[in-house]
């Protein structure tokens, strides 16, 4: 009598995929550690880029050692102030999704698309010889498709751009997803994102720039066939740069407020 009947097979069958779930469970509860670590590791790497860091990374510069030059601050983004607290195991994303650590935006002032806002966001703050060289924030909205996220560099006078990072989103490759491109992000550099008087101003623009526009200094070129991803990039940086966003922090940095420089 053969012992291939269809209970046996399925029993076969169940065994293997019972011990499967368990190896893949194994397997995944045993490498969440380091995917962690290499995430970090990865945002990391996308700071110090912003940073102007670079080529020192090309070169093969540990990441721990140079991120030493990068001092992290978490700021209250309502009063523009530090807050007393350690940044290492802050997670905006996650604070925002918490209703008792972050704010709902109304439809008026959510010019990000984000929904809700974390209460505290981190900082990170270059400084050589106790002098502030660049302000790294962390930036993201909606574009067409996805959440895009970025790391935007500021020069001390918190008006002017000095680099731009994004790093994560699901734009449409060859269109959107050209925000990763370093070609276009390097037209970032030198623009002013506000005005002297803290207002945004930046305009992500159909087609090129025209140097000759007294307004050149505020505009991008466009992503050509983009449309949606563009105007979701302008509308993040101009949400960032106002008062829902680093707008209360950086006047606090313009205006030389004690409590707003940062403590050795």
Known sequence: MSNDTVGRTLLVALLLCGI????????????RPQQERNRIL?????????AGFGSELAAGQPVKELFKHIEVKLVDLKTGKYVDRDPA???ERA?????KRSIALTPAQDKAGIKRRAKLAPVYLVKQDGKLQRIILPVYGK??????????ALEPDTITVANLIFYEDAETPGLGGEIENPKWQAKWHGKQWMDADGQPKLDVIKG??????????????????ATLTSRGVENLMRFWAGENGFGPYLARLR?????????S
């Open 208 to 225: 090129a720039v025209d140097p000759d526009n007294p307004r050149a200094k505020y505009q991008i070129d466009g992503l050509s066939g």
């Open 255 to 263: 205006s030389g407020a004690a409590d707003a420089a940062p403590r």
């Open 95 to 99: 604070a925002a999704e918490d209703p």
């Open 20 to 31: 499967c779930s368990v190896l893949v469970s194994v397997a995944a509860v045993g490498l």
């Open 42 to 50: 990865e945002v990391r790497r996308n700071i110090l880029r912003a």
């Open 89 to 91: 195991d802050y997670s």
């Open 143 to 152: 574009g067409l498709w996805s959440t895009m996220y970025g790391f935007l």
